[in-house]
């Protein structure tokens, strides 16, 4: 089992910048991939960033060149700097967390608003 914490939301205007932070606990050594998605009001969950244990990144086309993913050095962290940020980008985040074998564990969320 896999436990995830969020923090960093909050509300931004556009242009602004905000950082998530997301803290693993419990079977960390099974982690292979950590990564955030993030919901908006109607609209499916989608992919922002991912990284894994090898430091293979890919990020969500809505975000490149804007948003860096990156991990702390215990690896039990993820960190998901957000800069030039859209009203669009107003959503719930999602910290993810994938093990080796596969099985996917979520944090509860972090809501960010981007307004003026």
């Known amino acids: 089992q896999v436990q995830l914490v969020e923090s960093g939301g909050g509300l931004v205007q556009p242009g602004g910048s905000l950082r998530l932070s997301c803290v693993a606990s419990g079977s960390i050594f099974s982690i292979n991939a950590m990564g955030w998605y993030r919901q908006a009001p109607g609209k499916e969950r989608e992919l922002v960033a991912g990284i894994n244990n090898g430091g293979s990144i890919n990020y969500g086309d809505s975000v490149k060149g804007r948003f860096t993913i990156s991990r702390g050095n215990a690896k039990n962290t993820v960190y998901l700097q957000m800069s030039s940020l859209k009203p669009e980008d107003t959503a719930v985040y999602y910290c993810?967390?994938?093990?080796?074998?596969?099985?996917?564990?979520w944090g509860k969320g972090t809501l960010v608003t981007v307004s003026s």
């Open positions: 993810n967390a994938k093990q080796f074998n596969s099985a996917m564990y």
